[in-house]
């Protein structure tokens, strides 16, 4: 018995040193997004009517190319990131009629996503509002037809690369 003790002894001293040896979680490249205090989100412009420049964003920012697309209407694609893990998500399509905001698609957990909207150039049709500890925002992303610039609202980041 004695013998099995001490044969056994040095086996789980080894085993219990490898259990406190675990690999530290790589960071995620959203971590180099340049936030400043204020801003909920980061978003780009990709493109009209077709994806341009989502490798630029994936080797950049994100983690994966594999991202949800939620098609509002066929117009400009953006890419939207929340800052923040446990953002609440809510899409909703503006009617071009009334203005009036409809839900169409929610996610308690909002990852980073593409969104294609704007059929008109005149009208935002999209509301994309996130939500984190009782603090909401809401943003509607076009292009300014005073100067073609990128809008996205107060509280994010523009990360569109320059042309």
Known sequence: MKKAVFHLLPLLVCLGLFTGCTLQPQASKQDA?????????????????????????????????????????????????????????????RDIETSEAFVIYEDPDCRPFIIQCNASDIFADAVIRLSCEGETVEFSPFISLKDGSVEIGDQGLDLTKSA
Not at 59 to 87: A, K, N, T, W
């Open 33 to 93: 997004i340049p936030f400043a205090d204020g801003q909920y989100y980061a978003a780009a412009y990709l493109g009209y009517q077709q994806i341009d420049d989502l490798d630029y964003y994936t080797e950049q920012y994100l983690d994966s190319d594999q991202l949800p697309i939620h098609y509002l209407s066929s117009g400009d694609y953006y890419l939207v990131i929340p800052r923040y893990s446990g953002m609440e998500l809510t899409l909703c399509r």
